[in-house]
């Protein structure tokens, strides 16, 4: 409940403000460094082996809520066969044309400041796929060697559902269900989730009524028109996708 206000009393100022990120509180030389460590070789490998939508496009209409949508069924697969990771916490699910990530950026470190483990995923990156995913109180990227743990305990999975799904597991929807473990196994308080495309039929909606503490649209423009069904109207109900019965939206 107290996550909750906090959404709510923050909510007018995380749209319209850029993001507070660590990339701006430190120096040249340590923003350098992220890059792809040697010791993350084999999970860049693996990963990008996979269909990567963000590199050669995303389909006509695959963000929205149709028989030509992405098959969301494909994550909620990949979530059993990993124990269903987003039961372990609460999330926050982001979606918007503009907004989202400084939106994310920005919650996330209201709630650290209040003491919060928070979990935080966002796409895409600039130096390092580390970027997409924060965990813990102080908000910087997961660890190369956490990442490289984490992966290897769960490769078998990988493999198991790519197999089962003929293949056609995505280069974001394994990396989005590789964050959802991680912060399972950080044992976080609250994950805050920025939807990648859309939202309806965006690999990150897979969280239920239950493990959802809020839903967050920031704004509606003309972006991804194809791939979201050709019209503001069509963009504005695959981005509501992410609402849930019964849960709060701001």
């Keep these: 409940m ?10 007018s100022t995380l749209t319209h403000r850029k993001p507070l990120s660590n990339f701006q509180l430190e120096s040249k ?22 269909k990567n939508y963000e590199k050669s496009g995303v389909p006509k209409d695959a963000g929205t809520d149709s028989d030509d ?3 969301l069924g494909r994550m909620k697969r990949l979530m059993t ?18 907004g989202k ?11 650290r400041s209040e003491g919060y483990s928070v979990g935080c995923y966002t796409s895409p990156h600039m130096f390092s796929i580390r ?20 992966f290897h305990s769960i490769k078998r999975s990988l493999n198991e559902a790519i197999v089962l799904e003929n293949g ?13 473990a991680l912060f399972a196994q950080e044992n ?18 897979v969280i239920s009524s239950s493990e959802l503490d809020a839903s967050i649209i920031t704004t509606i423009g003309e972006e991804h028109l194809a791939a979201l069904g050709g019209s503001l109207e069509s963009i504005a109900m695959a981005k509501a996708g992410i609402i849930k019965h019964g849960r709060p939206v701001r």
């Design 2 to 11: 107290k996550i909750r206000k906090l959404i709510v009393s923050q909510r």
């Design 29 to 50: 030389q340590w923003l350098s460094s992220y890059t792809e460590e040697p010791e993350l070789e084999g999970f860049i490998q693996f990963i990008d082996s996979l």
């Design 69 to 71: 949508g992405f098959d």
């Design 81 to 98: 066969r990993l124990g269903n990771p987003l039961s372990n916490f609460k999330s926050v699910h982001i979606a918007g044309t503009k």
């Design 101 to 111: 990530g400084s939106t994310a950026a920005y919650l996330s470190n209201i709630l």
């Design 131 to 150: 970027e997409r995913m924060s965990v813990g109180k102080m908000g910087k990227p997961v660890s190369s060697n956490a990442l490289n743990c984490l």
């Design 168 to 180: 056609c597991l995505s280069h974001f929807e394994v990396l989005t269900a590789v964050a959802f």
């Design 188 to 205: 976080v308080d609250i994950a805050i989730i920025e939807a990648g495309l859309g939202g309806a039929r965006d690999a990150t909606n």
